[in-house]
């Protein structure tokens, strides 16, 4: 089983709707959460970090389950250029050093 | 300001062939990472430096892949007698310092195909 796992996708959804993603983690003892985009051929970025209390950036919020120990992201009023593959990342020790990332959910936004 | 860069951005090497590949972090970026991505997959840990320090090296798949940071900064992954399981994209990142608040910020990669 991967430490990290996502629904690869893709999801298709039309300009304006609302879309979520999951993922699911393995080390009950891992710390911080993020969530980074990765453009085609591109390299990834830090999207938004994940926090047990959840927050919000625009049209982004993520949200943090640690009973269940599962992340989510969800995206409000998608636009074209949200287009892209999100992947879900996990410090597993929190000691800052390697992340531990999923294999990747990619999102195509359609007009 | 400068990002991280790597160099080459694209390396195509024979079965056998020695590689080295460059990474300049931010500068005064104290934590330097390697990552492996294969295609269709998410980016996997190879290993990590704080300065010139090799903290972490579990990620390394084998003994043909070799890291350094002499002089903690700019770092060189070298693979040797390359294979075709060796193609992938690798990523350097660098973040300021330690610690889970530190964002990690990733080059371009190096896209290296074994033929």
Known sequence: RKEVEQDPGPFNVPEGATVAFNCTYSNSASQSFFWYRQDCRKE????????????????FTAQLNRASQYIS??????????????LCVVNPNN???MLTFGGGTRLMVKP | ????????RYKVAKRGQDVALRCDPISGHVSLFWYQQALGQGPEFLTYFQNEAQLDKSGLPSDRFFAERPEGSVSTLKIQRTQQEDSAVYLCASSLSTGPTYEQYFGPGTRLTVT
């Open chain 1, 73 to 86: 992201l969800l995206i409000r009023d998608s636009k074209l250029s949200d287009s892209a593959t999100y």
């Open chain 1, 95 to 97: 000691a800052g050093n």
């Open chain 1, 44 to 59: 990834p970025k830090l999207l938004m970090s994940v926090y047990s209390s959840g927050n919000e950036d625009g049209r």
């Open chain 2, 1 to 8: 300001g400068a990002g991280v860069s790597q160099s080459p």
